[in-house]
């Protein structure tokens, strides 16, 4: 909430949208709008009290109102019907109308508030969202999202409690974020290999592959994959323990080629890793946990050679084993990239 709090107040001193500017300015109108009937009202009012108070004619700005009140009575006679059952009723349609006028105003003016401070959330959560490197699917900003969308047609005391189950939320999902790693496997040319192959084969090939991915990434205490056909996706506590998975699936296809697997061409695998403070929620599958960090670690998989691991710089930099990381002489997503061969 701290961080969150943060956000706003570094929100508020930056120019504002023109969008929440233009609301605010429409909420300060109405306002004033409301006050000035209020005042107008008092005004109409004001010769009905005058009446009983002795010499108030005396007094020169009691003068003032009552010709300022004389005039617009006239003009109200002159453009609308102000008589009822044949009384003149113009000072209480006026005082009424005042009192109508000033309500509406009101009501537009919190409207506008209303409106402004929904954009000023939005505006909030948007630049969090940024700084944290969530995409704007992430499912874990799905229950700020249904809050967000409330605060547009709440009421007042709704809006309240609505605010206070917003920060709540908020409070909630700072408590998930995590530092963590994240690895990116796949199979070179999988489709290839598996062309002149009988059906049975590749099952069990490919079968065996997993298990011996799944097996090595227990070793080194993965918290959660998530497949593809021929590709993986792997949450590590830490770069050492994602780089050595990857390392290992790598030295071990030497001995899984040579007695586990029985297809023509040998298994290679391109390893992409990356790592940040990512908000992990434990309940949900990691296919459906939408972060940046994620993303980058499937790119450097994507960029990396057969049998090659690559790191973002950023990445290798914490890494406590960086024996064999070489500068590739290339980036992706603009980081600079670092790739291990096995020698």
Known sequence: TEHFNRISMQNDTKKSS??????????RTARV????SIIFMLLFIAPLILHYMEDASSYRFIRTILDVD???????KENIPTKIGGKDMSRWIMIIGMFILSGTFTRMSEKFKDRSEYYKYKSNIDTWKRQMNLSDNAVILTPLNQKLEQLKSANKKDREQLIKEFIETK?????????LAFLAIDIVDSTGMKQGEEKAIIEHDFKEYK??????????G???????????MSCFTSVDAA???AREVINGLGEFNKNVKSMRRDFMVRCGVNSGFVYFDESLPLEEISDRVIDIAGHMQKNAQPNTVCVAKPTIEPLNDRIGFEPANRFVDGYEVYEWKKT
């Open 211 to 220: 298990r011996f991915v799944e097996r090595t990434f227990v070793t080194f």
């Open 70 to 76: 004389r005039t617009i009575t006239v003009a109200v």
């Open 243 to 245: 780089v050595r998975a």
């Open 222 to 232: 993965s918290i959660k994959s998530t497949w593809t056909p021929d590709g993986v």
């Open 171 to 179: 409070k909630k999902l700072d408590e998930m974020g995590r530092d």
């Open 18 to 27: 023109p969008q929440i500017l233009i609301l605010s300015s429409l909420s």
């Open 33 to 36: 709008l409301s006050i000035i």
